[in-house]
């Protein structure tokens, strides 16, 4: 009786230490998370005096596949994600509501393609400004995340790509 005592208390010790250590874990698998998204040469186009408009651009690669969902930026009023195309001999934008990212593939925003446009600008964009830009992606858990970049302002003639 004894005996079984104090095996009834030992497994009860080892339990809670064993659900300390799953806790603990689960928490540092939360808190840890890394992002598998990676973004380099994040920049944004000068404008001229007063511009209200601008564009971002950015290479986004990512270890897992994720979506592009959203862009945000203090600066701007409207932030949208663009895509400009060649449509019979006339370039177009439009609005994309997504852009896909697969596997240690960088995507590209470039001018003449896929851009962040920013509208309704509270300020104009100077050469050497930082502009940060909140990016939202889902992963393939369909959880989202957001990663912060600072968009470096380049005074770029980008030619009949106005964006
Ligand atoms: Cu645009």
């Known amino acids: 009786m004894r005996t079984a005592t104090r095996y009834a208390i030992l497994f009860t010790a080892s339990a809670i ?11 540092a698998q939360i808190a840890d998370t890394p992002s598998p998204v990676t973004v380099t040469n994040a920049w944004a186009k000068t404008t001229v005096p007063g511009g209200k408009v ?26 949208e994600i663009h895509n400009m195309s060649m449509k019979d001999g006339v370039m177009e934008m439009k609005a994309v509501d997504v852009i896909d990212v697969p596997a240690n593939k960088t995507i590209s925003l470039k001018p003449g393609g896929y851009h962040v446009m920013l509208m309704m600008l509270a300020a104009s ?19 989202p995340f957001t990663v912060e970049v600072k968009a470096k302002a380049q005074e770029k003639d980008l030619g009949d790509h106005k964006h």
């Open 125 to 143: 964009i100077n050469k050497g400004d930082s502009v940060p830009i909140k990016l939202t992606f889902e992963g393939a858990d369909k959880k």
């Open 17 to 27: 230490t064993a659900a300390a250590i799953i806790s603990q874990t689960a928490f």
């Open 54 to 79: 601008s564009a971002a651009y950015m290479d986004i690669k990512s270890t897992a596949p994720v979506k592009l969902l959203k862009a945000e930026a203090s600066i701007a009023g409207n932030v």
